[in-house]
């Protein structure tokens, strides 16, 4: 990191990020992490694999998380201050930062140069998918917001630790353990803003982006694991994206970057570069 230039920033007044200045001479990679996570988490695992091939890595904050706030034009207030990095830009997002990478890309078709997307979803095909998905999304909220909050893993906060890892050791997430950094990091996010960001931007939010990308010029290159059963049909989906690449992470599960880094970083950067 002794040649890398690390700095805070706000995109319009708004959106809180990391910005990574390297040493490449052109190029902004846009990171967008996934839900309960924040700027800090993929940093590791991708600062030193693309600071060649970027002149600038953003590790952005999403909406409800970090420093970045819940409004009621979210996420379009999100993806306007996006749009301000530059006229175009690549992107890597995994699961919900996935699914917000695709949903800019359908707005602003000409923005986004190339795009990994690691376990995100499509968008619900019915109505009827959409409206019990917001239910269930709704009941997430109403117990996160009534989930005492203090900052840190002290046992003020056990409550939403308790919530933490819950929802990280579920059939999804191949059952794992978070570690007292994960947690930490995790920790820092407010119950009440991942409740925001459920209500106004969830997957029930989010309409049927299949259709509308399915013409991108965009390069994708969209990632899912072995062990991840509910995403596989969404897979599937993504082959009809354009100009898209579906890859299979062996021995994985939905948090792909988590499970394999290596295999992860290994096929992003062989097609970012």
């Given at each position: 990191m002794s040649a890398l230039t690390v700095s805070q920033t706000l995109l319009n007044s708004t959106v809180a990020a990391l910005v990574v200045q390297t040493r490449a001479p052109d190029g902004?990679?846009?990171?967008?992490?996934?839900?309960?996570?924040?700027?800090?988490?993929?940093?590791?695992?991708?600062?030193?694999?693309?600071?060649?091939?970027?002149?600038?890595?953003?590790?952005?904050?999403?909406?409800?998380?970090?420093?970045?706030?819940?409004?009621?034009?979210?996420?379009?207030?999100?993806?306007?201050?996006?749009?301000?990095?530059?006229?175009?830009?690549?992107?890597?997002?995994?699961?919900?930062?996935?699914?917000?990478?695709?949903?800019?890309?359908s707005l602003y078709p000409g923005l986004i140069t190339n795009a990994v997307i690691a376990s995100a979803h499509l968008g619900l095909e019915t109505p009827e998918a959409q409206a019990a998905r917001r239910a269930s999304d709704g009941q997430l909220a109403d117990r996160l917001e009534h989930l005492p909050y203090s900052p840190g893993l002290g046992q003020q906060n056990q409550e939403f630790i308790a919530f933490l890892e819950e929802w990280n050791q579920a059939p999804l997430f191949g059952g794992r353990s978070l570690t007292n950094s994960e947690l930490r990091l995790r920790a820092s996010n407010h119950p009440d803003a991942l409740a925001s960001a459920l209500r106004t931007y969830g997957t029930g939010e989010q309409p049927n982006l299949t259709s509308l990308l399915s013409e991108t010029k965009t390069r994708l290159l969209y990632l899912y694991g072995e062990h991840d059963t509910v995403y596989r049909a969404m897979a599937e989906r993504a082959r009809g994206l354009g100009t898209c690449e579906v890859r299979m992470i062996d021995r994985g599960a939905h948090d792909v970057l988590h499970d394999q880094p290596s295999a992860v970083v290994q096929l992003a950067t062989q097609f970012l570069s």
């Open positions: 902004d990679l846009v990171c967008l992490h996934g839900f309960t996570q924040n700027r800090f988490a993929m940093i590791n695992d991708l600062v030193a694999p693309f600071a060649a091939h970027y002149r600038r890595i953003w590790f952005v904050d999403c909406p409800g998380h970090g420093a970045t706030t819940v409004d009621s034009r979210t996420p379009h207030s999100f993806f306007d201050a996006l749009c301000t990095i530059g006229p175009h830009f690549d992107i890597f997002g995994y699961s919900m930062g996935g699914r917000l990478g695709l949903w800019l890309l």
